[in-house]
């Protein structure tokens, strides 16, 4: 497990003060993967400098299975690091070094024998499915096997924690989901404890259990993610379940829904039609299944001079969320 907490970074630039962390606090449990996510300067790198420690935060602590990291110095801080294996958008591979000689880089700095390392390099080129590529240098291998021999090498010193820095962002679609199943296959296998920061919303939705978005340096929405998905109108809910936009026909009030888990599969808008005996327009809808919950996400209109609040309230009722958008929204 990973706590975070109440960490604060800020920088110093002449007489200026740029809070980039504003009090970050987080928990992950083992053999769970968290996303972070946040738009551009929100303090992504920030906060993963402060995680490994290659910049101090002001304040505030992290540690690992109870153990605090932030307070380490010097030798502490080097076995404090081996804790965190990282992965990068570029694997950042040796261009001189073999597959093996990559992998087994971290463990010649700490001075482990030569047969340890053979041993350990070969359980780990197997782990990442790179069995037979020993030889190969970084040129003769595709995008997404340098991606496993980055994932190889991070786990040479067995860390508890893999933090992942936009880990497929530079990766096509199918390698994309090879490396998003090793990293959840790999998360289970190993009961790691994983943050991945990332800009991909598809990446958030295949493989994190959990998610935090941060803005200015504080997480402003948090959660497991089927809880964080069904808080209709929040921002996380919205890029997770995204709805195309569609012109309102007329002038009937225009309903957002967001059906989940069992009212997902009741003909909840059906009845509702018969109930108030109307036609119902769907101007967008989508239907998703997130973290095992199925979510359906639909912009309905009403016909024009119907009011909205019966038919909100009897939604309400069947345990659907709903909202009024548009005009309607005041
Ligand atoms: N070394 C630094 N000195 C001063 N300010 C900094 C420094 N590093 C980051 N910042 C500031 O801290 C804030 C957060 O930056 P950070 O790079 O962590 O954001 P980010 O979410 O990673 O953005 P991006 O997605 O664009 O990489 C920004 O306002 C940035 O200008």
Redesign the pocket.
Known sequence: MITVSDLR?V???GNRE????DGVSLEVPRGSIHGIV????????????CLTLL?SPTSGSVSINGAELSSARDADLRSARRRIGMIFQHANLMDSRTTAQNVAHPLEIVNTSKDAISTKVTELLKLVGLEGFENAYPSQLSGGQRQRVGIARALASDPDVLLCDEPTSALDPKTTEEILVLIKDLTVRLQLTVLI?T?EMHVVKRVCDSVSL?SA?RIVEHGPLRDVAAKLGSELSRTLLPLPSAEPLGTGAVLEILFSGDTASEPVLTSAARRFNMDLNVLAGSVETLAGTQFGHLRIQLPTGVNSSPVVEYLHSQGVSVRATGKDAE
């Open positions: 970074k920088y110093r630039q740029i809070v980039a962390l946040g738009h551009s300067g929100a303090g992504k790198s920030t906060l993963v400098r910049d920061i800009h941060l340096g």
